[in-house]
């Protein structure tokens, strides 16, 4: 069984490692937890998932949330969401969070930094294979989404690819909406680890 499992991988392409990496994690967190929160001393990392925060139920809630169904290695129940928390001595100041986005071209990694309200401060492209890769990374394009957060959202619809921000300027080609997608799976997450959580314990 073993031999046929290896094979299959070889003829996908896929290594060994894809299996058990499918999380999103910094490249460098010491540099870009300093670039995204100037103010910060340091910071703390967790891993959570959707299948220890609330199982099958809250699977589907955030699925009904999104607006459209999980699907690939990058979004199964088990999938470890890699949560910063950005520190000013003991006091909390933000969070840091990303997730994998399949693109038109290939996989993304869209990263949000936010405060301790949900409300996005930065964003950032850890990784993005697009044709237009370059308008995508400029801090143009990362501004449109500070100041924001899963309230501004909630209309946006990826199935349908309707109901953008109205402060966001629209594109049309694929990247700009699986980027959009990203965002709001990001946000909503945040909001089921981090954020309602908060509120159930005040």
Do not use: W
Not at 90 to 96: A, L, P, Q, R
Not at 132 to 154: P, T, V
């Amino acid at each position: 069984m073993k031999k046929i499992v290896l094979i299959l991988m070889f003829l996908l392409g896929i290594s060994g490692n894809t299996f058990a990496a499918v999380g999103c994690d910094l490249n460098d967190p010491d540099r870009d937890v300093k670039r995204l929160f100037p103010a910060s001393t340091g910071y703390r990392t967790a891993y959570l998932s959707i299948d220890k925060a609330g199982g099958e139920t809250l699977f589907k809630q955030v699925e009904t949330r999104l607006g459209d169904k999980f699907s690939g290695l990058f979004e199964t129940i088990d999938v470890p969401y890699t949560v910063y928390t950005i520190l000013r001595g003991k006091e909390t100041i933000g969070y840091i969070h990303g997730v994998n986005q399949r693109g038109q071209f290939g996989g993304m990694q869209v990263f949000l930094a936010l405060d301790t309200k949900g409300t996005i401060t930065d964003f950032y492209m850890q990784r993005l294979t697009s044709k237009d890769s370059a308008a995508m990374r400029s801090r143009e394009f990362a501004a449109q989404f500070r100041g924001l957060s899963i309230a501004n959202f909630a209309s946006y619809n990826p199935a349908t690819r309707t109901g953008v921000p109205s402060v966001i300027k629209q594109r049309e080609d694929n990247d700009f909406f699986a980027v959009l997608r990203a965002v709001k799976k990001n946000l909503i997450l945040m909001d089921v680890f981090i954020f309602s959580s908060k509120d159930k314990k005040q």
